[in-house]
């Protein structure tokens, strides 16, 4: 079946950069928009990053400028760049393909000094 795998998760400087994977396997990847969600401790889920599967993506307020999102349909993954980290961001980062609303197990972001 469908299995979202996110990796690059860990701690970081304020200021500083991560980049995040989510290898996709079990479906056409291509015909799929793809999300990336975070979750930091006592907040609701919130949308972040969103790529169509034709490459238009939309952002957050919050993120726009510092993320950007990225597809690799050859490779079935979807990126997070992350750039200019504050200590707002850390939560836990979780990858959903749409239709079909499935999710990873998500990645610990930890923006620190």
């Known amino acids: 079946q469908v299995q979202l795998v996110e990796s690059g998760g860990g701690l970081v400087q304020p200021g500083g950069s991560l980049r995040l994977s989510c290898a996709a396997s079990g479906m056409i990847f291509s015909i799929y928009a793809m999300r990336w969600y975070r979750q930091a401790p006592g907040k609701q889920r919130e949308l972040v990053a969103a790529?169509?599967?034709?490459?238009?993506?939309n952002y957050a307020d919050s993120v726009k400028g510092r993320l950007t999102i990225s597809r690799d349909n050859a490779k079935s993954t979807v990126y997070l760049q992350m750039n200019s980290l504050k200590s707002e961001d850390t939560a836990v980062y979780y990858c959903?393909?749409?239709?079909?609303?499935?999710w990873g197990q998500g990645t610990q972001i930890t923006v620190s000094s």
């Open positions: 790529i169509s599967r034709r490459g238009v993506t």
């Open positions: 959903n393909s749409s239709p079909g609303d499935c």
